[in-house]
């Protein structure tokens, strides 16, 4: 798939309706500073779409994005800035968990972590909720350009090890050079249209 038209529609600091709600949605979720704004904006081709940041803790509500007038991608605050203050992190836990509650037009989630790094506590933790409420998901393993070629393959194992996923399902993508998008789109499109793949 090709994605020719993105634009921001909203921002909600708890999950309730939107304007076009009821096309499906496709969410990012992840530890702060794993790069979901990035990739949203490296797949829209659109650098200045999500806003991002070197520090984590960017992205502080419920972001919609439009695309293709047929889907939604939803970006969401990250998990486990240690830094945050307590109230605010519960808050960012509640959205977070809100919305992946409450969305039954949420048809699948992008579980993105870090390329070199094991899965961390928070992120079993969402992989088992994801599961636990049934929301189908592909992990993400970001920043693969921060790694070489030979040590991917590795990497991808202990990814797959850390948040129940089969290795060959984890796909690596790199914001900064675009590696993966074209896979990443793909399932996209199977998510969305399942028959056609
Ligand atoms: N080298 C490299 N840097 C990346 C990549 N993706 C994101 N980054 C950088 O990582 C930092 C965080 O990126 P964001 O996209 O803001 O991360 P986020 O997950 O949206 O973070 P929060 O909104 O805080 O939860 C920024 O400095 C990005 O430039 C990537 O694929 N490769
Ligand atoms: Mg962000």
Avoid: C
């Avoid at 048809?107 to 928070?122: E, K, Q, T």
Wanted: hydrophobic content about 40%.
């Amino acid at each position: 798939m090709r994605i020719t038209s993105a634009r921001f529609v909203t921002s909600l600091d708890a999950f309730k309706s939107f304007p076009g709600r009821g096309l499906p949605e496709i969410a990012l979720v992840g530890k702060s500073n794993v790069g979901k704004s990035s990739l949203i904006n490296r797949l829209t081709n659109n650098s200045k779409l999500a806003k991002t940041s070197a520090e984590p803790g960017k992205t502080r509500l419920i972001n919609l994005y439009r695309i293709n007038d047929a889907f939604f991608l939803t970006d969401l605050p990250g998990y486990g800035f240690a830094r945050a203050p307590k109230e605010e992190k519960a808050r960012w836990a509640r959205m977070i968990e809100g919305y992946l509650s409450g969305s039954d037009t949420l048809r699948h989630a992008f579980l993105l972590v870090d390329i070199r790094h094991d899965p961390s506590d928070d992120d079993r933790m969402m992989a088992d909720y994801l599961r636990h409420y049934s929301i189908p998901f592909t992990v993400v393993a970001t920043k693969a350009d921060k790694i070489s070629g030979a040590k991917r393959g590795a990497a991808l194992m202990s990814v797959g090890r850390g948040t129940g996923a089969q290795p060959w399902d984890v796909l690596p993508f790199s914001s900064l050079n675009g590696f993966g998008g074209d896979k990443l789109l793909s399932r996209i499109q199977a998510v969305l249209s399942p028959a056609e793949e």
